[in-house]
């Protein structure tokens, strides 16, 4: 099935570092949803963009939606150990229900 | 508010054993969804409910059925496990399409082994 590029697939930064990552779509989506994962838990929602160029911020988190509507990216800046998990993008298209997961980028900060 | 809730959280069954997993959400929204999570396949999107007595197939749906018991819970059946089956589920939540912004809220999953 279809599903998001990804990238990076894993992280190993240190403490206080800046993270960028980022998700890619052969498909225009009208809606971008990022989310956190910890170790036996669901997703968490964190940032939703739902505007071509939106740039968003919760915290020391910034998502921006990227223009061309394929792509959306994801900061973490001055990053701290509770960072640490798995981060998932996810893409919808207008007119439907289902969101298209990407597969994860995995971050772990060494403190 | 407890949001979306799974029961239950750990289960191994033999090959062949049927079993339900439960979900509920107290938020009022009108669609649910059950996912299956693998190592490095992210998220797949088993069945859907778009709303209270409606069902439809998602990307991976051979093996499974779903029942929308009513607006708050939908339950996902294995009616003949596999171990292609171990897995972790997911069921999720959000508002009807066009109605808010149809963000997808998670529970905390069920761990299925499949022996």
């Known amino acids: 099935g279809q599903q998001l590029n990804q990238s990076p697939q894993s992280m190993f930064i240190q403490e206080g570092e800046d993270v960028s990552m980022n998700c890619t779509s052969s498909s225009i989506f009208n809606t971008w949803l990022w989310y956190k994962q910890e170790p036996g838990e669901g997703p968490v929602l964190l940032i939703a963009l739902y505007k071509a160029g939106e740039l968003t911020s919760n915290g020391r988190l910034t998502a921006q939606f990227g223009i061309t509507r394929k792509d959306s990216f994801l900061n973490i800046s001055a990053s701290i150990p509770s960072d640490v998990g798995i981060y998932f993008c996810a893409g919808r298209t207008s007119g439907t229900y289902k969101y298209i997961f990407g597969t994860g980028t995995r971050l772990k900060v060494l403190a | 508010n407890a949001g979306v809730t799974q029961t239950p959280k750990f289960q191994v069954l033999k090959t062949g054993q049927s079993m339900t997993l439960q979900c509920a959400q107290d938020m009022n929204h009108n669609s649910m969804y059950w996912y299956r999570q693998d190592p490095g396949m992210g998220l797949r999107l088993i069945y859907y409910?778009?709303?209270?007595?409606?069902?439809d197939k998602g990307e991976v749906p051979n093996g499974y059925n779903v029942s929308r018991l009513n607006k708050r819970e939908f339950s996902l059946r294995l009616e003949s496990a596999a171990p292609s089956q171990t897995s972790v589920y997911f069921c999720?939540?959000?508002?009807?399409?066009?109605?808010?912004?149809?963000?997808?809220?998670f529970g905390p999953g069920t761990r299925l082994t499949v022996l």
């Open positions: 999720a939540s959000s508002e009807a399409l066009g109605v808010g912004n149809n963000e997808q809220f």
């Open positions: 409910s778009a709303s209270e007595g409606t069902t």
